[in-house]
């Protein structure tokens, strides 16, 4: 599975973004696809995760509230809805696909390049 990412950018605290997360290659076998995202000088961390067939989603306790995850099966994307933005959202985010439900990104498989996301105070 192929994974491209976009949508990032600079925003003012308070403000929103939406991430999305196009797939393609062999996704028949995918079973959750998630977000994560890394702060400089910080590991990775998960964000959100949605079972791909069927869209019951789950969330870092962090984010819960504030982000939405869903998914378009017929454009084979998932989205990542940030509102309420902090500046201590700021990190290059990550989409990621996994063939189990888990929130530890050594289960995620097939990895999307990151993209941006700055939350100026």
């Known amino acids: 599975v192929q994974l491209q990412a976009s949508g990032g950018g600079l ?3 308070g403000g929103s973004l939406r ?3 196009v797939a393609s290659g062999r996704i028949s076998n995918t079973y959750v696809m998630g977000w994560f995202r890394q ?6 961390e998960f964000v959100a995760a949605i079972f ?20 378009d099966i017929a454009r084979n994307t998932v989205y990542l809805q940030m509102n309420s933005l902090k ?15 888990s929130r530890n990104l050594r289960d ?4 999307g ?3 941006q996301v700055t939350v100026s105070s």
Do not use: H, M, N
């Open 108 to 111: 995620f498989d097939s990895w």
């Open 39 to 44: 702060a400089p000088g910080k590991e990775r």
């Open 11 to 13: 925003v003012q605290a």
């Open 19 to 21: 991430l999305s997360c």
């Open 113 to 115: 390049q990151g993209t």
């Open 87 to 101: 500046p201590e959202d700021t990190a290059d985010y990550y989409c990621a696909t996994s063939g189990i439900v």
């Open 52 to 71: 791909w067939r069927g869209g019951r989603a789950y969330y870092a306790d962090s984010v819960q509230g504030r982000f939405t995850i869903s998914r």
